[in-house]
Every structure is written in C-alpha cells, then in structure tokens.
C-alpha cells in the first residue's frame, strides 16, 4: 500500500499525479477515490498518470479546460504605454497608441489601427483612453493639435463621426465619458469637469490615469483606477459615483483602489473589484482585495468576497447570458528558485459570489507580471488583455475558455 504522510491527512508520501511535466496535488476523497488538481493547461484532451511507487501505474484520460490559445502579445510597441482600454462588445479593447486609436482585436488576436481615427501632425492623441457614450456602440475619440480639445462621438461598424461634444482638457491627455445628450465628463490628473467648464471633482488624485465605466444607457458612471504599485496610494480614497447628471451621487470613504467595475443590465447592482490597505498583504499593490456587489444608487455592499493576500485584482466582467462574474487576478509564485507572475481567470456565481473555477495560466517567459489589464468577452470564452511593463513587451492577451 502507498506509504501514509503523517502530516498530511488522506495524502500518502510515495503516490503521484502526474499531468503533462507536472506532479499535481491530490488527496482521497473517499476509501476507493482520489482527486488531483488540474495545473495550468490549454484546452483539450490530456492523460494524468498516477503512480504508486513500487506498486501500481495507471493511465486516465479527461478533457480540461484551461486557456483556448497560448496567451500572445497584443501587437502594440514594447515602449508604448497603454495599460488599459474601452470595451467594443464582443470584438476587443480600444486602446490609445501612439500613432492613433485601434483595437486589439481578441477575435483574430492582433492590432487593427483604424485609418479614420489616426492622428496625422500637427493632430495628436489627445485621450489616454477612448471614452465611452450612452449610445450602444457609439465612442470618444480625439485628434487635436496641442493647446486645444476637440473630442467626437464616432459610431462603429463603419465608423462614422457623429458630432463633437464639449468635453476635454487643453492642457494634455484626459479621458473622457457621455452621459446623455446634454452631459459629459472629461477626467484630467485627478480633476473631473463637466461639459469642459464646470469642475465636479477637483482633487481625486488616486485616479491621476483612471478610465470611465459607464452603465446602461448612461444611468450612472464610476472611475476605473490603475493596478497600484507599491506606495503609490494613500491609504485611502474617496471614490466618486457619478449620477446621470455628472452630479457625485455618492463617494465611498474606505477603499484602497478600484481596479475593476461592471454594472448589471439593469444598472441596479455595481460590482466592483476593490481593495484595503494593507501593509502586510504578499501582493506588489499592498492591498487586500475583494470582489463586492453593491446597491448602486447608495453604495451598500449586498455581499462581499475576499480573496488571498497573495492575489491583486485587476478587473471583473458580467456574462451577458449566464448569472457569472468574471474576475481578472495575478499573483507571484514560485517556480523552482525563482518567482514568477501568474495570470489567474476566477468564474464565480453572480449571485452568491461563490467559486465555480479559478483557472490559472501557465507560466510566461517574463518573471514580471502584468499589471493593470481589462476583461473581455466574446463567444463563450474571456480575455485578458494586460499590460506587463517596457521591459516584457508591453500588451499581452490571455484568453480562456469558460467552464
């Protein structure tokens, strides 16, 4: 029989699974069965081969759900900073480059820069990010010479200029959002303006590089902070949520960052992924980050999920059709002497928070990770489009299949 670990229960110290170039964890769950856990993998059919030193090998055969394509570089310039994006529904990203707008594309995975939306001298890349409308499929783009804002609505699939709106910062790149027909908010190192004039928010300095996510129809507006590196926030921040009317509804006192915000079809529900300071936490960002779902029109948590003190959050993502969150997550491990970055996908059940997977991806050829990065999904399955830094190439795209 398998030689018993004392310090383990219902493990035995000379019995392995094995699954492709990895001995996984596994454990009995029963007098005649074992459970091994699956390590990071593609899609597809794969065979775990379990042994009992000295005694018996068997071979089974399951099919596992992992990663759909080896995770790929996102197409952009090493040195070009785009750490985030706006969602096209069901496409990819739109992103900021240096040359113009485009879109890394999850769909036939690589950049399309689009003629329409380039910035020919003496126009530049006035947005960070391009900004989201009220309008289904409708977006912020603007091209101007210094010293000016000119930003326009450009419908997609064309695209095609609609009108340019009051919204902007002359001074350098902002972001921006369209919250109706007659409100937009522009966001610029910290301070938030409506209509270019009237000043809602003039000191929200731990969004200095934030982004805009918009609900529904423009019913309500929240702002998207960057993944922190170390020190880099005070140990807290009041988060701005944003009414129709670009008014602050409401802030909330007590969080770290904001790294990732979805709204529910009915802009009822917020779900955020949020963190508190924490000093001690074995994550770069120094926080301890959490999933929550909370009343939108008051902010109050209706339920909460921690995660491990390892993790950092990045973003969160609603499916369209089943009642699933999808929660972007990195942390550092260790691979033989050295530590790695690992991307993580979490599926979790809407409703109750619970988890139904937390799929891991296999390791990169970079020891560094990738930081901020947004969520995208497309046919059943989820990307991770993440920026990992100068030194590792920049944009990187993970996508996953859905269990």
Known sequence: MPGTDTLRPNRWTNFAVIVGSDTVESWRVAPTQIAFRVPPILTGNHQAVIVAQGHDRATVPFFGVGLAVPFYWGGLYAYTNVTSGTLLPGRGLLVAEGTGYGLIDVQDRRLRMYDELRAALPNRVKMTVPGPSYRANHFIFDASPLGTAAATVWRSDPWTLIDTIPCGDAGDLYTAVELSATTCLSLHFGRVVRNGTDTVVADFFAAREGEFRLAPGGNWAVIKTELSV????????????????????????????????????????????????????????????????????????????????????????????????????????????????????????????????????????????????????????????????????GLWVYTYDLP
């Open 230 to 393: 170390r020190g880099l926030r005070d140990p807290a921040m009041s988060w701005p949520v944003f009414d129709r009317a670009g008014n602050v509804a409401y802030r909330i006192d007590t969080l770290f960052e904001v790294t990732g915000a979805a709204f529910s079809a009915g802009s009822d529900t917020l779900f955020v992924t949020a963190s508190v300071h924490d000093t001690t936490g074995k994550n770069f960002a120094q926080g301890r980050f959490s999933i929550a779902a909370l009343e939108t029109a008051t902010g109050r948590t209706l339920s909460a999920r921690t995660f491990s003190s390892e993790r950092a959050l990045q973003d969160v993502a609603l499916d369209p059709v089943r009642p699933l969150l999808y929660v972007a997550g990195v942390q550092a491990e260790q691979d033989g002497d050295f530590s790695r970055f690992r991307q993580y996908l979490t599926v979790l059940d809407r409703q109750t928070l619970s988890v139904i997977a937390d799929m891991p991806a296999p390791w990169g050829q970079y020891f560094a990770g990738v930081g901020d990065a947004t969520l995208v999904y497309q046919n059943g399955r989820v990307s991770v489009v993440g920026w990992c830094g100068f030194d590792c190439g």
